[in-house]
């Protein structure tokens, strides 16, 4: 009876899991603004932790050709795979893809919760590997930029991961608090995140300054243009969002 009480929490814990690997993966490979708030993000971690200059991450050649040297595994990738993991360990390889990889649903479709979850592992290859590439392009082109300042490949990979991560290296307890019920799902971007945009504001406050002061001018502005915002959403209140200056049918519109 020993074995059998122990098997019953496994399985339990392994359906939690899964279940959760399925609701992260729709809240980001299946939403547009998810994926958006993501770029974003990431532009302004490879500007204040990794000290790319703005106008070098909205150069659209930089993206151009980091999306080339990918499909093309030309000698920069190659390079870059050879001297360091940093194109391996992304957001999505170590967060969403163990998930989709061992998630199988028994039984035929026909229900709603079915047809979501055929629509996560049917369509999660693909969107994930776009997700992925969005990740990977960031990276080469943060790496490519130090590598032509004169960054040796080793210091311009660790430059960008330093920025946009290796989600691989993550402790114990904060993987327990990702995957326990009730936890915190999302909580590796953060322990990244945070640190490393603190570490980067002390040496240089100006580029987060600069983000806030935009921040707080698109509000005044649409605030100025549509008077002060309505009531938000209750889960609004427990994250950060910025008012555009923008309505649909008299509603606000948040990023």
Do not use: C
């Not at 547009?32 to 500007?47: C, D, K, T, Y």
């Not at 229900?111 to 290859?125: C, E, H, M, P, Y």
Request: aromatic share 12%; net charge positive; no cysteine.
């Amino acid at each position: 009876s020993g074995m059998a009480m122990k098997a019953v929490p496994g399985t339990a814990e392994r359906m939690y899991l899964k279940g959760l690997g399925l609701w992260k993966s729709g809240k980001v490979l299946l939403s547009p603004a998810a994926r958006m708030r993501n770029q974003i993000s990431n532009s302004m971690l490879m500007n204040i932790v990794g000290e790319m200059p703005v106008d070098q991450v909205m150069n659209p050649t930089r993206w151009y050709d980091a999306a080339l040297s990918l499909k093309n595994h030309d000698a920069t990738y190659h390079v870059l795979k050879k001297e360091s993991s940093l194109l391996d360990q992304t957001y999505y390889a170590n967060e969403l893809e163990p998930f989709l990889d061992n998630f199988n649903v028994a039984g035929e479709g026909g229900s709603a919760l079915q047809k979501f979850v055929d629509t996560i592992t049917n369509r999660g290859d693909w969107l994930g590997k776009s997700y992925q590439a969005q990740e990977q392009i960031g990276k080469v082109v943060l790496a490519k930029y130090w590598m032509d300042q004169g960054k040796t490949v080793k210091e311009a990979a660790k430059i960008a991961e330093s920025a946009l991560f290796d989600y691989s290296k993550i402790p114990p307890v904060i993987k327990k608090l990702r995957d326990v019920p009730f936890g915190y799902p999302f909580i590796t971007y953060s322990y990244f995140a945070l640190p490393a945009v603190a570490k980067a504001t002390v040496k240089n406050p100006t580029p987060l300054a600069n983000y806030m002061k935009t921040g707080k001018a698109i509000e005044g502005y649409a605030e100025g243009e549509f008077g002060p915002a309505g009531q938000k959403p209750e889960y609004m209140d427990r994250g950060n969002y910025l008012r555009l200056p923008i309505q649909y049918k008299g509603q606000d519109l948040y990023l």
